[in-house]
């Protein structure tokens, strides 16, 4: 595909990379307008089916974006996204799809440098990797 | 509960090419406790076997449902309505279910998605072991509560064999020795002397040895 931009869904907990986001906001940061976020109420929340859904979707990247380690709101929200998240890997190869583009990252409030420059590797390595077979397969 | 787990994606999809249009059915019950077939891991399964076909060129139309029990012919025929043009039928129940829809849907190829595995308890979050293999003559009163047809590699009816180290089985360090748990549960309940008593030879048939079991309650039977 010519131009490709890709299209990444990022699954931000309200209580660290959605308010990091507004700190990249407020700090002036740019990040790439590829990426949408969809607030959740914690990484925790995220089920394998929204992931798997949004590659069904089309997105060609997906990440989900928790607290640091030991600082969930919900005490063990992180570490389970942290565990389904590799889950989805195993079977995204699976079905085809190569298990890189989804990630799992932690952040907390404040880091609106992490969280743009996160957003911008992100980016870039699914630029790289070009569309998703899935978004291929659509376009046929 | 029967604890079951899916099968590989490509094994599936062998079941479903030669196929247009398909139903996938969960079951409420123990597929869904221990995550293998219920409506969740069925909402899975279909994105991923759509995107796995899509990837290969081919399109397939799979409809969704979860049945209250699979393994039960008033929810089974729930499912007439939903047939209209589905060619196959995907089944993410244990081997009961799957067998119930293929006896009603004489028509349909019925195929199934998990593995069905065994009669298992949950240790705790995401892991079940195996509890009981249905051996029809519960032995559990004499043996503290632990079962040494299920939990016992060799299937010991009186003590454990030369194998049990440390309170392991020989086959892996992973594994208890049941004839170790029950001997330390009969100490703690005061209960040693049961440990003297002998069992006798197990007689299999109502475990399964004389062929396939059925249960017919003639207060209930119609």
Known sequence: MENFEPVIVAFCCHYCAYTAADMAGSQRLPYPANVKIIRVPCSGKVDALHIVKAFEK????????????????FKSGNTRAGRRVAYVKKYLEEIGIESE?????????GMGYRFAQTATE??????????????????? | MITAERKPLEELIEYIKPFKRILLLGCNECVTVCAAGGRKEVGLLASGLQMAM???GSNIDIRQHTLERQCDPEYVEELVPMLDGAEAIMSMACGCGVQQLAMRFKDK??????????????ERQGVWAERCQGCGNCLLGMTGGICPIARCAKQLMNGPCGGSTGGHCEISEEVDCAWQLIWDRLKALGQTDMYLENIPAKDWRPGGGSGPRKIIREDLAE
């Open chain 1, 101 to 109: 583009r989804l990630e799992m990252v932690t952040m907390s409030a």
């Open chain 2, 54 to 56: 899509l990837k290969n």
């Open chain 1, 122 to 140: 992100i980016t870039e390595k699914i630029r790289k990797l070009g569309p998703s077979p899935i978004k291929t397969a659509l376009a046929l």
């Open chain 1, 58 to 73: 089309g997105a060609d990247g997906v990440y989900v974006a928790g607290c640091l380690e030991g600082d969930c709101h």
């Open chain 2, 109 to 122: 190829p019925v195929f199934p998605a998990v593995n069905t595995k065994f009669m298992g308890a949950s």
